[in-house]
Structure formats: structure tokens, C-alpha cells
């Protein structure tokens, strides 16, 4: 009966963990539950091995501690807040420990289990506060041990014994410190590879501009807000690359795609569209105000001398489509309107910004 409650129990608080998204929060969350659901199993167990084993003191002890832990897993089962529970759990180890260290557990063996508790600080607190956290318990435990006259120890332990039990714990806890160590770095580096992969996936590698899979994740914003496209082109671009070949013609690209972000704000959208085309979306934007930007814009690569080396250096043009994009009019109806537009600005002689009217 009682394994099938506990059995019972652990189905229970594992109920849902196992579906949860694949984040940081999500399996710390987790892992703070499993330390949790073990240690209320364990110390259960030993409260109730203890009742006739043990003193009442002791026994009393272990059961209050499996009940806070019992506590801890319906609070975080309910609130998820790892944090806090992460405390309980840390925190109620350590007085556990400490309390094994005076009382000396059953024959003498209750500071032996003090080797757990290096690598649940430094997990549950990461490196820098779970080495504090530790440092405070091994003070502590050393007070106890060495306070002349044992005045604060009730077991009787050998000098040679406390000695040993002082050094082993420095060294669990020194090697659990250079796992961390290595383990903290692993995951800076995973951490940097995995945005700089979620950048270059959305990311043109040529540009630097949002490629159509950036598009994509900007779509949602963009068609919550009102503003205005542009659709720009750059003008006779097949001469460059005729001319001067395809090495030269990506850098003209590029070059125009840094003057294209230093004419946008923050809350701007450029994308490479493909080859030479780009498309903008101006947020909050009017018609006036967008057909200003898109002159400005313009004149900028007007102005802008591709200065590939010495021998080669020229100039490029742009034509734009300017269309707005808000509740009456589709963001698919506005990239029509403002390649129409922009097809206008070609045939009128390029080098031009029109508006879909």
C-alpha cells in the first residue's frame, strides 16, 4: 500500500514535465522538482527506518523535512517559481547536513551524506553563489567539528575523522566547482552558437538585412501596424555585374544595404527580396511621410560612391514603390501596390519614388 502511494505521488508530480518546451527555465524547473521528489522519497524513507532505528529527535527531523519537501513540490507544481524552490530545497539540505554533522546520525555515519550537497549548490545557484553558499556550510560545519570541548557536537568523532571528512568534502566540492566551471562555459558557447544560428537563419549573409525567412518572423508585426512599403530596386544592375563582374556587383549590394539601414529607425523592417530588391516597411508611417523617406533614400544612393579599389569606383540609382499597408488594405495587396509602383519609377525613367495612388 504504501509503495503504490508513493508510486502514486512521483506520477503525479512528473505529470505534464515530459511535454514541456525544451528551454532553460523549463529544465531547471524540472530538475529542481526531481531534486525535490528524491529527496522527499529519500528522507521519507529514512524517517520511517528511523522509527526504529534512530532517536525521536532525528526521526522527527527527517519527517519534517520530507513534509517541507512534500510542500515544495505541490507550491512549484502550482506556481513553477524554481527560484524559490530552489531555496527550499538547497537550504533545507544544508540544515539537514548540519544536524547530521552534530548529531551524528545513526553510528556516527550522518556526515558522509554531506557530499551531496556540492553539486546541488552549484546547479541550483550556478557557480559564483553556490561556492559562497558552500563556503558558508563548510565554516559552519568546521565550527561544529573543531569548537573546543564540543560544546556544539553531540557525536563523538576522531580527530583523524574530521580532519578527512573536512578535506573530502574541499575536494567533492574543488571537482564539482571545475565540472561547473566547464559546464557554465559549454553553455555561454552553446548559447552564443545557437543566437548567432537564429540570426544567420534570418539573417541575408551577404547584407545583413532580414533574408525571407526574417520576412516571415516579421510578419505578425508588420501587419499590426499601420505604415507604408517600399519596394526598391536598384537600377541597370546587370551592366555592374557585366561590367565589372559579380565580386563587384555583391559589393554593391552591400554597400547599398548599409545605406539603406543608416536611412531606417529601429522599428523599420529591411529585407533583401531578392538579387538586387529590397523591401521595406516604415512603421506608422503616412504616404507623405513615407514618400519622403523613400526620396531621401534615393538621393542617398544617388549620392553614394561604390568605391570598389582604386580603378574601380561608380554610382547607382534606385527605383522605389511606395504603397501603405494598414486594416482596409493587405499586406500581400500592399507588396502589388508598391511593386507597381516601383515598375511606375522604371518606366518613367528610373531613379525615381512613386505612389501607388
Keep these: 500500500m504504501l509503495v503504490k502511494t508513493m508510486r502514486l505521488i512521483v506520477e503525479y508530480f512528473q505529470e505534464g514535465f515530459y511535454t514541456k518546451e ?8 524540472y530538475l529542481i522538482y526531481s531534486f525535490s521528489l528524491v529527496g522527499f ?3 521519507f524513507g529514512l524517517g520511517l527506518k528511523g522509527m526504529y532505528t534512530s ?7 527527517l519527517l519534517g523535512g520530507s513534509v517541507v519537501l512534500l510542500l515544495n513540490l505541490f507550491y512549484l507544481k502550482r506556481t513553477e517559481n524554481y527560484i524559490l524552490s530552489g531555496y527550499v530545497v538547497l537550504y533545507l539540505f544544508f540544515a539537514l547536513m548540519l544536524y547530521l554533522i552534530y548529531s551524528g546520525g545513526v553510528d556516527n555515519t550522518g556526515p558522509l551524506w554531506i557530499f551531496c550537497l556540492p553539486p546541488v549548490a552549484l546547479y541550483i545557484h550556478g557557480l559564483q553563489r553556490g561556492l559562497l553558499d558552500l563556503s558558508i556550510f563548510l565554516f ?10 564540543r560544546n556544539f557536537l553531540e557525536a563523538d568523532y576522531t580527530a583523524a575523522f574530521k580532519v578527512r571528512i573536512i578535506l573530502s568534502f574541499l575536494l567533492v566540492a574543488f571537482l ?10 559549454s553553455s555561454q558557447k552553446m548559447t552564443k552558437m545557437r543566437k548567432d544560428l537564429e540570426f544567420f537563419l534570418r539573417r541575408d549573409e551577404l547584407t545583413g538585412l532580414y533574408n525571407r525567412r526574417g520576412y516571415q518572423d516579421n510578419i505578425n508585426k508588420i501587419q499590426d501596424t499601420h505604415g507604408a512599403i517600399l519596394m526598391c530596386d536598384i537600377d541597370h544592375f546587370k551592366k555592374v555585374n557585366d561590367t565589372y563582374g559579380h565580386d563587384v556587383g555583391d559589393f554593391t549590394i552591400k554597400e ?13 523592417v529591411a529585407v533583401r527580396w531578392g538579387g538586387e530588391e529590397f523591401f521595406i516597411f516604415l512603421a506608422e508611417t503616412s504616404t507623405k511621410n513615407a514618400y519622403l523617406v523613400s526620396e531621401k533614400l534615393r538621393e542617398s544612393i544617388e549620392n553614394l560612391t561604390i568605391r570598389y579599389n582604386e580603378d574601380i569606383a561608380f554610382h547607382v540609382t534606385l527605383s522605389i514603390g511606395v504603397a501603405l499597408v494598414n486594416e482596409y488594405i493587405s499586406l500581400e495587396e500592399a507588396i502589388r501596390n508598391a511593386d507597381d509602383a516601383m515598375y511606375l519609377s522604371k518606366t518613367a525613367g528610373r531613379n525615381k519614388s512613386s505612389i501607388y495612388n
Excluded: M
Excluded at 22 to 29: D, M, V
Excluded at 140 to 149: G, K, M, S, V
Excluded at 176 to 185: C, F, I, N, P, T
Design 140 to 149: 559552519l560545519a568546521t565550527f561544529i567539528l573543531f569548537y573546543p570541548d
Design 176 to 185: 564539482s566547482a571545475v565540472y561547473g566551471y566547464s559546464r557554465e562555459k
Design 41 to 43: 522519497v529519500f528522507i
Design 55 to 61: 532517536t525521536h529527535t532525528l526521526t522527527a527531523i
Design 22 to 29: 525544451n528551454n532553460e527555465e523549463a529544465l531547471k524547473t
Design 256 to 268: 547599398v544595404s548599409k545605406c539603406i539601414r543608416n536611412n531606417l529607425r529601429k522599428q523599420d
